[in-house]
Nanobody, 126 residues
């Protein structure tokens, strides 16, 4: 089992940057695929990015490609989401999640994740 705690959210202007962190405790995060999801008000939680156990492969939803970068430091049990060129439509609560799955299809879905953090608010002003 793993516990996840996100940090780094905040309020920034459009075009700005934020870096989210997700600290894992308990079982080593290197045992899991790690993902970031987000949920805007009155919308379903959606996939943002994922990274495989070694950090060698990353996956993104189309709307963030070229702007967001997911990375991980297994020695620190931490996953990051670097967010550049932020837009008002990026406003949401961002969640970190850990998956036992080995499917590159399943890790794009909320049901593919076994553990979730509490979320961190990201607000982008226009």
């Amino acid at each position: 089992q793993v516990q996840l705690v996100e940090s780094g959210g905040g309020l920034v202007q459009a075009g700005g940057t934020l870096r989210l962190s997700c600290a894992a405790s308990g079982r080593a995060s290197s045992s899991y695929v790690m993902g970031w999801f987000r949920q805007a008000p009155r919308k379903e939680r959606e996939f943002v990015a994922a990274i495989n156990r070694s950090g060698g492969s990353t996956y993104y939803t189309d709307s963030v490609k070229g702007r967001f970068t997911i990375s991980r430091d297994n020695a620190k049990n931490t996953v990051y989401l670097q967010m550049n060129s932020l837009k008002p439509e990026d406003t949401a609560v961002y969640y970190c999640a850990a998956s036992n799955s080995y499917s590159i299809v399943v890790i794009r879905t909320t049901r593919g994740y076994d553990y979730w953090g509490q979320g961190t608010q990201v607000t982008i002003s226009s």
